[in-house]
């Protein structure tokens, strides 16, 4: 880190300190700040859109132990856009450590081989070159978690992911061929273990029992390059759009909401937020989602 | 020899079967290391086999790396079966377990004539055999032997128990949990497989090749003096080699040469120049360094050699066309249907089990663990040859490594790009059972998965009475035949667990001609 940097981060988490109380304070339900910001520097627009939803300090304490979960799901580089671009990856983690965060682990139960998505996708380097705690899923640390939803109730979870102060929820937004779309509630299937496939009967339902059963505490979504068509996997260059575009919220819902309608879809089209809607995770009309939309 | 000079050697020659053996493991476990990018050279003990070499010839197009064979062909004419004692990796395993069973006191074995031929006459029936059709040379040739037995159930059964033991270590509170955790962190990164690696037959395979280690308690070297192809072809030329083990005038006659060497013979006493791998043994056990180690060109009447027997060699040949013929006229051969798939780039059923040695390089080089030895799919002959199934692993899209390892081309060199267009064979969908069919309702997990980039595998709306007996919208699965390339992820992944509802069968192949 350069000291600039180090220096600039220390006034920003002091003053997050600082102002904590006075934000929890001001938080409405309901109406909590999406940020959508554009730009050319993946990194850049992270740390902008995190800032601008009250920062890093708002989410993180000093001496959590924060996991960051980014879509890991495949063998493909980031140029074909089937993973979290790691440039974005890296501001959340050192933002989560400028926050005070005890230690940072990055972690997804992948769908290809583990080793060769963690290094093709450019993340596991890039987490650790943050200092973050790269790990691998590991079938015996998985517990039976209940989610207590309306289709989802008992399934087996890493208890790594149980056993973390705050969860910081890291998609990329793309194409997907029988859901429509995945963005932040359906990256949370990276959280569990077991014989996944079966949880694609009643996709729409089971997604939105999870997202509702699992906090996500900040919610970050790389639409820097976008899969536009045969998702989730893709591979084609020519499928991959790209929107420059990070955004953030804290509430899960809205932000696939805000991401859908980056897609072009309408969210009331997908599934899983048709049924997240009924259970009232958030507007579902992009109309009555307060979206604020910055450029740097 | 004086007693310094013949220690040094011998710990010369120890040395070098350490270095050996470390250099065998080191590029197997290399050829199946997490990164895709890198692929060192990992053919190298492949290429100086000469048995290799043979099977390269008849099966054909001649590759140039064969010709590194000579060298040790050429050398043995001078310095005898020096590649058994010094270089083989699994004659330095042998060795070592030889070892250890001489810590037992026993008493001096007479050379048994019969079972140190025994290696030359199956040499007789595998070459005999191999010229027609049948290439059987792989099961018993040392290096395809220990890279499948190392591969398939050395590799995979010491990361079992390397991860158990540590990760119990590694969670228990307290300093034994401390001073465990970094080991166990670091080989996870660098040394174990994130999934336990599982083999068709790996229980087969390792019976053997246990039993074949065991073996050396009981008698020295078992399987060098009484199995090897290799070693035989050595043997044959070992005959002829300069390298001698004269006695001086020290001699004392007193036979303690006899202690520890490998073929229970001695320079005093039986002396085989074609049994003699050069380990040593017999220059530290003399209690007079009344041993030497000459070079000298052998005259008639010094190349003590065993003699085969014309009977034996006739026999032999025999056998080698009996071990011919049974398995052409197998079932097998006849029928245009069969149950298997192959890994990508392998050539014609019948070009394929001529040039495929068994060695099991390809299945160790598998990222997703989807190539294992067959059993008799592809008939006797077919023992051990790689088939790939998917539901242990699929072909990774991005991946061309087995292609890249195979050391006689029986998987064709494709390059990735060539590697993703390769048809390995056709996904079928069983309606059946496919939940979208048979259940009416969405799944697409297998759609989800389909590397292609344009999609083989898709999907349909349409309008089906579900078994509640309700009007529902369903999105159908269905398979672009002529887009997919067999890689068997939808297989892998198909949620049902009786049995995928999607398959990928042999149809389409690419390695088989159309016409």
Same mark, same amino acid.
């Given at each position: 880190m350069k000291r600039r940097t180090f220096v600039k981060n220390g006034a920003m988490f002091s003053s997050g300190l600082l102002l904590a109380p006075l934000a929890r304070g001001q938080a409405q339900p309901g109406a909590a700040a999406i940020v959508q910001v554009k730009g050319a520097s993946p990194y850049e627009i992270t740390k902008k859109a995190i800032t601008e939803i009250g920062g890093m300090g708002k989410i993180v304490s000093r001496g959590d132990v924060v996991m960051v979960k980014p879509n890991i799901g495949w063998n493909r580089t980031v140029e074909q856009a089937a993973c979290t671009n790691p440039e974005v990856l890296r501001a959340v983690i050192e933002l989560a450590f400028a926050a005070g965060a005890k230690k940072v682990v990055v972690m997804d139960n992948t769908c290809h081989k583990a080793e060769d998505c963690y290094q093709r996708s450019g993340i596991e380097a890039m987490a650790r070159k943050a200092g973050a705690e790269v790990r691998y899923s590991d079938e015996n640390r998985l517990v039976v978690h209940d989610f207590k939803g309306e289709v989802l109730g008992k399934w087996p979870v890493f208890r790594d992911f149980l056993e973390v102060d705050k969860f910081i929820n890291v998609p990329i937004l793309k194409h997907h061929g029988s859901s429509g779309l995945t963005i932040a509630m359906k990256n949370l299937y990276g959280i569990l273990g077991g014989n996944r496939g079966k949880l694609h009967r009643d996709m729409g339902e089971n997604i939105a029992d999870l997202a509702n059963g699992f906090r996500s505490h900040l919610v970050v979504v790389d639409a820097f390059r976008v899969l536009m068509r045969n998702g989730p996997v893709g591979g084609r260059l020519s499928d991959v759009e790209l929107r420059q575009t990070v955004i953030a919220s804290t509430r899960i819902m809205q932000a696939d909401v805000a991401a859908a309608a980056l897609f072009g879809r309408d969210a009331r089209e997908v599934e899983y937020l048709q049924a997240a809607y009924a259970r009232k995770m958030g507007e579902i009309e992009i109309s009555k989602v307060p979206v604020r939309a910055l450029s740097v | 020899m004086d007693a310094k000079k013949s220690k040094r050697l011998q710990r010369l020659r120890i040395l070098s079967q350490i270095f050996f053996t470390w250099l065998f493991f080191f590029l197997l476990l290399k050829s199946g290391g997490a990164a895709i990018e890198d692929l060192p050279h990992t053919g190298f003990f492949f290429y100086i086999d000469p048995l290799l070499l043979w099977v390269n010839l008849l099966a054909g197009p001649f590759f140039r790396a064969f010709l590194l064979a000579l060298i040790p062909l050429l050398l043995t004419l001078v310095f005898g079966r020096f590649f058994c004692g010094w270089l083989c990796p699994l004659g330095a395993l042998n060795q070592f377990f030889t070892w250890l069973g001489s810590r037992r006191g026993r008493k001096k074995v007479a050379v048994e004539r019969n079972s140190l031929r025994l290696k030359y006459l199956l040499l007789i029936v595998l070459l005999v055999a191999s010229l027609f059709a049948s290439q059987l040379l792989g099961w018993l040739d040392p290096f395809t032997l220990l890279t499948r037995s190392a591969s398939t159930v050395v590799l995979p059964g010491a990361n079992f128990l390397a991860q158990h033991a540590m990760q119990s270590g590694a969670q228990s509170r307290g300093w034994a949990g401390k001073a465990v955790k970094p080991f166990y962190d670091l080989s996870r990164r660098f040394?174990?497989?994130v999934r336990q690696r599982t083999y068709l037959q790996a229980s087969a395979i390792g019976l053997i090749f246990f039993s074949l280690l065991l073996l050396n308690l009981r008698r020295r070297r078992f399987f060098c003096n009484t199995l090897c192809p290799l070693g035989a072809l050595y043997g044959l030329l070992a005959k002829y080699s300069l390298v001698h083990l004269p006695l001086n005038e020290n001699c004392l006659k007193c036979g303690a040469c006899a202690n520890h060497c490998t073929y229970y013979g001695s320079p005093y006493q039986d002396y085989l120049k074609s049994e003699c791998v050069l380990c040593l043994n017999c220059l530290n056990d003399c209690p007079a360094a009344a041993i030497d180690v000459r070079f000298q060109l052998p005259r008639k009447g010094q190349r003590p050699a065993l003699d085969l027997g014309r009977r034996h060699i006739l026999a032999a040949a025999g056998c080698g066309l009996v071990a011919a013929a049974l398995p052409q006229i197998g079932v097998e051969k006849k029928s245009k249907a069969h149950a298997f798939i192959r890994p990508p780039g392998a050539v014609a059923e019948k070009d394929f089990l001529k040039k495929c040695v068994r060695c099991g390089a390809c299945m160790q080089s598998c990222p997703t663990n989807a190539i294992h030895p067959a059993v008799f799919?592809? !008939?006797?002959? !077919?023992?051990w040859t790689p088939l790939l199934v998917p539901l242990n692993g699929y072909c990774e899209y991005e991946c061309n490594r087995c292609t890249q390892v195979c050391p006689t081309y029986a998987l064709a060199r494709l390059t990735l790009e060539e590697k993703k267009l390769f048809k390995i064979g056709t996904a079928v969908i069983d309606r059946s059972t496919c939940y979208t069919y048979a259940d009416g309702y969405n799944c697409a997990v297998c759609e989800e998965h389909c590397p292609v980039p344009e999609k083989a595998i898709r999907f349909r709306e349409v309008e089906v009475n579900n078994f509640r007996g309700k009007t529902k919208k369903v999105k159908q699965i269905y398979v672009v035949p002529d887009l997919c390339i067999g890689c068997g992820i939808c297989e892998n992944v198909c949620p049902r667990t009786d049995a995928p509802a999607i398959r990928v069968g042999a149809e389409e192949e690419q390695r088989e001609n159309p016409y």
């Open positions: - | 040394l174990l497989t799919q592809s !008939g006797v002959e !077919g023992l």
